[in-house]
């Protein structure tokens, strides 16, 4: 059920070859998996202390069970959350504007997208993010990279999904030129580091 607030959460299925490919380059694949099983725990345990309520959008399907059968409605990683799968075409802004138009049509009025990669994402962050939404029409996280780790909107700006570099350090100052040529009002939280390499899992690592 959509409520007044919702939370859209992007994510992989923690499955060997599937995940953290950039960091899989650098140390494996064993060890990226190991490392985005603790990262969607950490998340998962915000959201679930922040008590919003949400929907994961996986970026593919489920794999079926050991015995062939289709994979079961819950998600073990996502207790006591619904999920839906990401649009098989379209570029990741295409599939996040499908995910918030979705939420809105729904009835909700507050809408935040997070993704899994950061570890420094905390419950009160996220009730941050929908108190901010009260008072303006945007609210991003911006991540150390140059993208952002959090993006919530009271309706859909599509142009704010729209002609980006994903994946690049432009996207959040894209993100930002386009929300001032609309004339939003943007509240920013704190700076965050994603993981998303060895040197980022080091630092992350050295910071704990």
Sequence with gaps: MITDNHLLIFAREPVLGRVKTRLAADIGPEAALATYCELLALTAAAVQAAQVPATVWLAEAPAPTALGAPSST????????PWRVQPVTGSLGERMAHAFAEAFAAGA???????????????????????????????VGPAADGGYYLLGMNELYASLFANKQWSTDTVLLATLADAEHLGLC??????????????????WRAGR
């Design 109 to 139: 009025s507050h809408v935040v997208v997070i993704g899994t990669d950061c570890p420094g994402l905390t419950a009160d962050l996220l009730r941050q993010a929908f108190e901010q939404l009260a008072t303006h029409d945007l609210v």
């Design 186 to 203: 943007v509240a920013q939280l704190p700076t965050l580091a994603d993981v998303d390499s060895a040197a980022d899992l080091a630092a």
């Design 74 to 81: 819950a998600r073990p990683e996502w207790p006591g959350l």
